[in-house]
């Protein structure tokens, strides 16, 4: 699946919530079902900076798609990063680079976050958009 095929299914997923309590319910939820980074990853140089919160980025190449892991002290915010390794995972670094993050806006989760979260939210992107970069110049 692609990744626009995947921020629409978010982006359905998240309209067929009524209020802000349920989709927040739901992101905590999504945190549970994350693929955890191993703990030999959770490192200084793993950490994603900006983050109100300590959040874990690990990224590896597998078979030409970036496979993501990721972990957070906070239930909160490992639903956001488990949102972004979701649609983020398991894909080419080009088509990382290309994809945009308009779902964000669409869920309206910036709106509904602290100003600090929503700055985590942006270094999460940027990071995983770094990432992407890094593989994309070591694979050209």
Not at 58 to 81: C, P, Q, R, Y
Not at 103 to 127: C, W, Y
Request: overall charge negative; proline content about 1%; some cysteine.
């Amino acid at each position: 699946m692609n990744i626009q095929a995947i921020q629409e299914d978010i982006v359905d997923e998240f309209s067929m919530f009524d209020d802000w309590m349920q989709r927040y319910e739901y992101m905590i939820e999504l945190g549970k079902t994350l693929p955890l980074i191993d703990e030999k990853y959770k490192t200084e140089d793993n950490i994603i900076k900006g983050c109100q919160s300590k959040v874990w980025v690990h990224a590896e190449e597998n078979d030409g798609n970036i496979v993501f892991t990721a972990d957070s002290d906070a239930i909160l915010t490992k639903g956001i990063i488990a949102i972004l390794i979701r649609a983020f995972s398991n894909q080419s670094a080009k088509a990382i680079l290309e994809a945009n993050t308009d779902f964000i806006d669409e869920i309206g989760l910036k709106e509904h976050l602290s100003p600090t979260r929503a700055n985590g939210l942006v270094s999460m992107i940027k990071q995983i958009k770094m990432y992407a970069l890094g593989f994309n110049a070591k694979n050209n």
